[in-house]
């Protein structure tokens, strides 16, 4: 049982450069979230989605953009990346809603953007 | 929006000693509050929660104090290992997410 699995794990773009990160889940979760962690910043939420073809916005959406076409993969995409997007990314997914129900963490993909 | 502050922002203990986070929530309609554990290059690991129907849970050497009146809860880590050196984060119900805090990295010395 693999749980939450991120892909890649390190990725390097320069300034405008597009990529897509990857996230898969095995335990038939309905929710599934992403989130960027920035030293002095905890943990702040970009995307989520409560369901297959659903997708909604969280604190931090600007530059982003999540497609949830597969109930067990969610995709964020960075369309033009910028150095405020260097970070370490996480996703996560839960079988209930977010707010009661324990998240279960991938193990991040760090992005450096020069 | 809900908005959760969690201090310190580091800790350092000695072996055997007691390591205790606080956080503090706006409000909420929701009734789960977790603490997560996470180690450098992981992802962070649910470690315990509550359900402030009770003002206190343990687990092992790792209690959550809860006060709802005044929106606080802390997590006490009794006889703390260098093994609990990682970076917490305390989390409160916001809408339709968990709503985390900014962490503290707690170092335990030998």
């Known amino acids: 049982n693999a749980g939450v699995t991120q892909t890649p794990k390190f990725r390097v773009l320069k300034t405008g450069q597009s990529m897509t990160l990857l996230c898969a889940q095995d335990m038939n979760h309905e929710y599934m979230y992403w989130y960027r962690q920035d030293p002095g910043m905890g943990l702040r939420l970009i995307h989520y989605?409560?369901?297959?073809?659903?997708?909604a916005k969280g604190e931090v959406p600007d530059g982003y953009n999540v497609s949830r076409l597969k109930k067990q993969n969610f995709l964020l995409g960075l369309e033009s990346a910028a150095p405020s997007q260097t970070s370490v990314y996480f996703c996560?997914?839960?079988?209930?809603?977010?707010?009661?129900?324990?998240?279960?963490f991938g193990n991040g993909t760090r992005l450096t953007v020069t | 929006q809900q908005q959760v502050k969690q201090s310190p922002q580091s800790l350092i203990v000695q072996k055997g000693g007691i390591s205790i986070i606080n956080c503090a929530y706006e409000n909420t309609a929701f009734d789960y509050f977790p603490w997560y554990q996470q180690f450098p290059g992981k992802g962070p690991a649910l470690l315990i929660a509550?359900?402030?129907?009770?003002s206190e849970k343990k687990e092992g050497r790792f209690t959550i104090s809860f006060n709802k009146s005044a929106k606080q809860f802390s997590l006490h880590i009794m006889d703390s290992q260098p093994g609990d050196s990682a970076t917490y984060f305390c989390a409160a119900p916001g809408f339709q997410k968990l709503v985390f805090g900014t962490g503290t990295r707690l170092l335990v010395s030998p």
């Open positions: 509550i359900r402030p129907d009770v």
């Open positions: 989605s409560v369901g297959e073809g659903t997708t």
């Open positions: 996560a997914s839960s079988y209930l809603p977010g707010p009661n129900s324990p998240l279960h």
